[in-house]
């Protein structure tokens, strides 16, 4: 007898990685259109809670319309004789893991950058109240996490009540960020691993480490630690650092072997602290981006929440797509915006003195942790729209990365054969899959390397185009 015979649809692993696509989806909550959606995780005495209760606030799934969009939060209170406040962060992020075995629900990302779908075919089938979710949820937290003793569940979808909670949340989700600062890779000797996302991405591994949280921006070194002890079969497991054989990239002989191991052999080597050479896989959760700017041999960094294009004309979705999957991709890099704070942040591709471009909503957030002579020197989407605008700015501001042009020279050539009007020089260093955008071009490369002396772009006359 399955333990999920009340349910109207299937649970199971088999339906991890599904994605639902908008033409088959009954309904969205949360994702980029909703400013407010949140899961939260709370620990609470074992007296304060009524054991399995569930609780909608606002329209259940039966009550909104079909292909709308909602506000959404996820409200947990667990208890437990050995339940620590520690323990939250690992419980909230299963809630990515167990609402994706529910056959025609899709969840992706996590804390306040949820995005989750509903099927048609599934609500067809009956699962057309969130009642139900809550009783996975509570089944498979039970089931899988035995101490856990009581358990509520809570879904908001009313804006009127999700806006306080989400409030509340950002300041929960700041606070234990807090906690973790201040302690450095070099003073512990394990760091921790998580492979919750293979079913979207099978061949990545998280590295979570003091200074570098996981790339979904959910799980610190001490959560992955929490999370290793109490449940040790678990996603989240311990790495053994081993020898440390490159500081400033931060290659660890330990952190190869398990990722080696835990990827099945399709990552050998990961560098933390640079997104070229082997740089940390990515998943699809991430919060942000770090991506490589060739024009200006800079880095700029853009998060989810970010809607407008980047400055180099590309939105958020296709710089995720350059680097998401478990690939190793230079250039790109999967972050979240805890570890931009960190002092490790790209240490090996020059930090701070690198970084040219961010939205002003991220720059707002970790303003405090960028070094007081370059707070202003770093552009936003108010300063620069475009390549030629960034540089500009670069240029007025006397960014570091100006000098780092005087340096290294870019070798390129580009000729009009008609008006022999100057088109904006592109450099092509030994990249795989970076979009390259100038002069009205833009050429993404997908998976080749190119080594080039001088790249000549040609604009083609009238008469050349009619005798093709």
């Not at 520690?86 to 893991?97: D, F, M, N």
């Not at 003091?210 to 040790?232: E, H, K, M, T």
């Not at 981006?289 to 800079?298: C, K, L, N, R, S």
């Amino acid at each position: 007898m399955s333990m999920f015979e009340d349910i109207p649809v299937e649970v199971g692993v088999i339906y991890e990685g599904e994605r639902i696509r908008r033409k088959d989806m009954y309904v969205e909550l949360g994702g980029p259109k909703q400013e407010t959606k949140f899961e939260l995780v709370r620990v609470k005495p074992l007296d304060k809670l009524e054991d399995e209760k569930i609780t909608v606030i606002g329209p259940d799934l039966k009550d909104v319309q079909e292909g709308s969009n909602i506000p959404f939060g996820v409200y947990i209170e667990v208890a437990g004789q050995d339940l620590e406040e520690e323990l939250e962060g690992v419980i909230e992020r299963r809630i990515h893991e167990y609402c994706n075995f529910i056959e025609g629900f899709m969840h992706l990302n996590q804390r306040y950058d949820i995005w989750m779908r509903i099927s048609k075919k599934s609500f067809q089938k009956g699962l057309n109240s969130f009642n139900y979710v809550g009783k996975v949820l509570i089944k498979l937290y039970k089931t899988e996490l035995p101490f856990i003793q009581k358990i509520q569940v809570t879904f908001l979808t009313d804006q009127q009540k999700v806006r306080p909670m989400w409030d509340q949340a950002m300041k929960i989700y700041e606070a234990r960020d807090a906690k973790a600062r201040g302690m450095k890779d070099e003073d512990v000797d394990t760091f921790y691993g998580c492979t919750l996302c293979q079913s979207f991405a099978p061949t990545h591994v998280c590295v979570i480490t003091p200074q570098r949280y996981s790339n979904c921006g959910s799980i610190s070194w001490f959560d992955g630690r929490a999370s290793a002890q109490v449940d040790p079969k678990g996603p989240v497991f311990a790495i053994p650092k081993g020898e440390l054989t490159d500081p400033e990239k931060g290659e660890y002989a330990g952190v190869n072997e398990v990722v080696k191991k835990k990827s099945l052999g399709a990552v050998n080597r990961v560098w933390l602290y640079t997104s070229f050479g082997y740089p940390h896989t990515s998943c699809g959760c991430f919060e942000g981006t770090a991506f490589y700017i060739p024009e200006v041999d800079g880095f700029g960094i853009v998060h989810r929440g970010f809607k407008d294009v980047t400055v180099n004309g590309l939105p958020f979705s296709t710089l995720a797509d350059s680097t998401a999957g478990g690939r190793q991709v230079d250039g790109f890099h999967g972050i979240s915006i805890e570890y931009v704070r960190s002092p490790k942040f790209l240490q090996a591709d020059g930090g701070w003195n690198r970084v040219v471009w961010m939205p002003a909503s991220v720059k707002e957030r970790v303003k405090d942790f960028i070094p007081k002579d370059m707070v202003d020197k770093v552009a936003t989407e108010n300063e620069a729209k475009s390549i030629e605008e960034l540089r500009n700015f670069l240029e007025a501001k006397k960014h570091p990365i100006v000098e780092r042009w005087k340096a290294k020279p870019v070798e390129a050539v580009a000729e009009v054969a008609e008006e022999k009007e100057a088109i904006p020089t592109v450099a092509v260093p030994e990249l795989a899959g970076v979009p390259i955008t100038a002069g009205g071009f833009k050429i993404i490369l997908k998976d080749a390397k190119i080594r080039a002396r001088k790249v000549i772009i040609r604009a083609i006359k009238a008469e050349e185009k009619k005798k093709r």
